[in-house]
């Protein structure tokens, strides 16, 4: 039976309509999926705790500031914290300098100026795709073969070797639609390489150097499977956590997440602010 103009009409704006209303519904789904257990954390870091030994009880007693005055409180939680901030910092400065360089020379240089390059991806791409469990046994293997002391340093050494890859990524990316004219007219005007690059390179292709320096610290200050194998005598964050949840997890634990979910969100709202002003 053929149907009319009017109703093929009707039906494709009943068709609309529901579209209009599935999509919402499903996104804001999605995004209370992903919020659940972030709102957990903040509502239980004010629930008095009434146990004798301070552990995080998931039935609410009531309303109190008290883990935020005593964050401090428990022996070795915030030096755990700072060890993984400065471990962050230094790893993500170290992996952004040499994640935009290699990234650079990616996209500027191909064989035979630029030999082994296609190696080279392939090992950006496994460093991507292997499995941390996998990167943190072999490290610790040529960190004992080597003689070489678990601490800071291979905590350092670890985390600048799994972030370089997504820097270089990143920044890649920002690089694929760079205009090389601006940099040629630099030259035709007399600039030097150095400061071509300090003055009109480097600040076009600033929106992915930040990205991939945001992704390192992230993947810095969250990982825990590496720095499990190569921590040694230090204990960052993430690694303290996983030992304080075996007898329990102490309220400040949520404090500091509250704390550090807080900074992340007021410097997303600040970025979309400052691109929006730009």
Not at 79 to 99: D, M
Not at 161 to 182: K, Q
Not at 202 to 223: E, H, K, R, W, Y
Request: glycine share 6%; proline share 5%; charged share 10%.
């Amino acid at each position: 039976m053929s149907l009319s103009v009017e109703q093929i009409v009707q039906r494709r704006t009943k068709r609309r309509h529901v579209g209009r209303f599935v999509l919402p519904v499903y996104s804001w789904l999605v995004i209370a999926y992903l919020v659940f257990p972030i709102a957990v954390m903040i509502i239980f870091s004010f629930n008095k705790v009434h146990a004798g030994f301070p552990n995080v009880s998931f039935a609410w007693n009531g309303l109190t500031l008290q883990w935020y005055h005593q964050w401090n409180n428990l022996p070795g939680l915030s030096s755990s914290f700072w060890l993984s901030i400065r471990l962050a910092l230094l790893a993500t400065t170290i992996a952004t300098v040499l994640g935009t360089l290699l990234a650079i020379a990616l996209v500027r240089y191909r064989p035979p100026a630029f030999r082994g390059k296609s190696i080279i991806e392939q090992v950006l791409f496994t460093n991507i795709a292997a499995p941390e469990i996998i990167m943190g046994a072999s490290l610790l293997g040529v960190f004992v073969t080597y003689n070489i002391a678990r601490g800071f340093l291979t905590l350092v050494l670890a985390h600048v070797m799994f972030s370089v890859a997504y820097v270089t990524v990143t920044v890649r990316a920002r690089l694929a639609g760079f205009d090389r004219s601006l940099e040629e007219a630099a030259y035709d005007l007399g600039a030097k390489p150095l400061s071509t690059f300090r003055l009109i390179t480097l600040p076009l292709i600033m929106p992915g150097v930040l990205a991939g320096a945001l992704m390192a610290f992230a993947l810095s200050i969250d990982d825990y499977v590496t720095s499990n194998f190569v921590s040694g005598t230090a204990s960052p964050f993430p690694v303290y956590i996983f030992g304080a949840t075996r007898v329990g997890t102490p309220p400040q634990v949520f404090v500091f997440g509250t704390v550090i979910f807080a900074v992340g969100f007021a410097l997303a709202i600040s970025s979309l602010f400052l691109a929006k002003k730009n």
